[in-house]
């Protein structure tokens, strides 16, 4: 009774929410993911309003479904609540110890991680001089979808090594041997593949090492295969920047110099704010962070995409026709709609306070995980007419002139949809994102007519993976255009 009177004011602060779920609750919430909780946290915003707290085991987690909440949060008030929670026990081991973007608090550590990916690697100028990494990785797909018995393709696992091989060629460099890209895959796989099961270790860490000894191995395993790809890479490029150098200095440039410059090389050179080089192992985690968070996002958001095109060939026709007129304002609202509508993240990357704020009259403790919920800001019929239809025409008003490309995505001015989140901890590779999409879109409905396969029909139903997929992927009838 002491413990519940004292913490009695501080959860009265809190935004409103079911106060209590009997234990054995408790447990089912910590295991279901976000997007199971979604209709749950629907029908609790109508009744408690735009911001609901649940109590997941001690730790009080909120939901902040309204745009002018989030934005007065992540834009206003963007320092305060820029922060992480504490990572998981297993996050921390794969992140060697919070030494990756997202899993960093708040600091200058993160800070520097973040500035040395925006400006090294995805700032517009860098972009462009990946373009032969781009082409190499069409070519590759569109000979893979040509390949397919009847033209008839199932569409996603090319579009993950597609967007894999992208940037696996942008972080340890365009020279790369398919063979070597297939090695990394495996392993990546391995370990997407293993999360949820990984994840449990997290629930009392020392009684699951008790109980659940081989799967902590397992974890163990693949976290060392995990270097045996990585590490021969970064050794290489090491040797190669120095031999580089050493031509350099005698002066004896023989013209075989890089065309581009890989990610890795970046880290190779950063200095932390301790002014020390980062070690290896955060180097690795580092990498695999770079082609994690962009392969299943990027791929999804190509499927749900490319699935609009099949079911509503109207509006693949009128793409088509944009493309060889070059006009690509069109091409633009089709990617914008497709993430508005089929957001790859439900939910951003959970966020937490350095200290206890306030937001909407209510607070926000240190100790509380705030989420904000994408996809709802999507699909808010205040903000979007019809919002569960697929219209790309609504983009073409947004900038005026008829112009995609005046839309805000950044959600600076003010919030319509987030699907890469806002403010300071924004993704940092929206930009890249929305260029991957634009390209690979544009280019296969160039290449091929894309229709159903007679006898089915594309079914927009979803389902929660390592993002939100379609729940029956998409396959479809290709033929080539010319
Ligand atoms: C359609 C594709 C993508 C979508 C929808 C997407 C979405 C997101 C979202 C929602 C967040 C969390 C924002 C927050 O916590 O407030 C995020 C963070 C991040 N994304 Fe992306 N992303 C995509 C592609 C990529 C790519 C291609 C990369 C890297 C090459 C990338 C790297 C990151 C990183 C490093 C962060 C962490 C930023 C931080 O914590 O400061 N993302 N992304």
Request: net charge positive.
């Amino acid at each position: 009774t002491l413990n519940l009177l004292s913490s009695a004011p501080n959860k009265k602060s809190l935004p409103p929410g079911p106060l209590t779920f009997p234990v054995v609750g408790n447990f089912l919430w910590l295991r279901k993911s976000l997007s199971e909780l979604e209709p749950v946290l629907r029908s609790l915003h109508a009744r408690y309003g735009p911001m609901v707290t649940l109590h997941i085991g001690s730790q009080p987690a909120v939901f902040v479904a309204s745009p002018t909440l989030a934005h007065e949060a992540l834009i206003h008030h963007g320092a305060v609540f820029a922060d992480r929670p504490p990572p998981s026990t297993t996050v921390r081991l794969l992140s060697s110890n919070q030494k990756s973007i997202i899993t960093s608090s708040a600091g200058p550590t993160w800070r520097l991680l973040r500035r040395n990916l925006t400006a090294e690697i995805l700032h517009p100028s860098r972009l462009r001089s990946y373009s032969r990494a781009r082409t190499r990785v069409l070519n590759m797909l569109g000979a893979e979808l040509k390949s397919q018995p009847g033209g008839v393709v199932r569409v996603i696992e090319h579009f993950q090594y597609a967007m894999f091989c992208l940037l696996v060629l942008m972080c340890f460099g365009d020279w790369l041997e398919e063979e070597q890209i297939k090695q990394i895959k495996e392993v990546s796989r391995r370990l997407l593949l293993n999360q949820q099961r990984f994840n449990v270790l997290n629930f009392w860490p020392w009684l699951s090492k008790l109980v659940l000894r081989k799967r902590w191995k397992e974890l163990y395993e693949l976290r060392e295969c995990r270097k045996r790809v990585l590490i021969p890479l970064i050794r290489a490029r090491l040797k190669a920047k120095q031999e580089q150098l050493s031509k350099a200095k005698e002066n004896r440039n023989d013209g075989n110099g890089d065309w581009i410059v890989p990610y890795v090389d970046t880290l190779l050179d950063l200095e932390l704010p301790e002014q020390r080089k980062l070690e290896e192992d955060q180097i690795v985690s580092l990498c695999w962070e770079f082609l994690s968070a962009g392969t299943d996002t990027t791929s999804t958001a190509l499927q749900w995409i490319m699935a609009n095109l099949v079911k509503y060939p109207e509006i693949q026709e009128r793409l088509y026709d944009e493309i060889k007129s070059v006009r690509m304002a069109y091409l633009k609202a089709v990617v914008l709609e497709g993430l508005r509508r089929h957001p790859p993240a439900h939910f951003v990357l959970p966020h937490a306070v350095k200290e206890d704020a306030e937001l909407g009259g209510y607070t926000i403790p240190k100790d509380a995980i705030i989420n904000f919920m994408v996809a709802e800001m999507g699909w808010n019929a205040e903000i979007w007419e019809e919002p569960m239809a697929f219209k790309p025409e609504r983009f073409l008003n947004s900038g005026g002139g008829g112009e995609a490309s005046g839309f805000d995505i950044t959600g600076s001015r003010e919030i319509k949809m987030m699907p890469f989140g806002v403010g300071r901890r924004i993704c940092p590779a929206s930009g890249l994102a929305m260029l991957h999409l634009e390209y690979f879109v544009a280019n296969l409905v160039w290449q091929f007519k894309w229709r159903t396969v007679a006898g089915e029909e594309v079914d927009l139903s979803e389902k929660q993976e390592f993002t939100m997929v379609m729940k029956n992927p998409l396959r479809a009838q290709i033929s080539s255009r010319n």
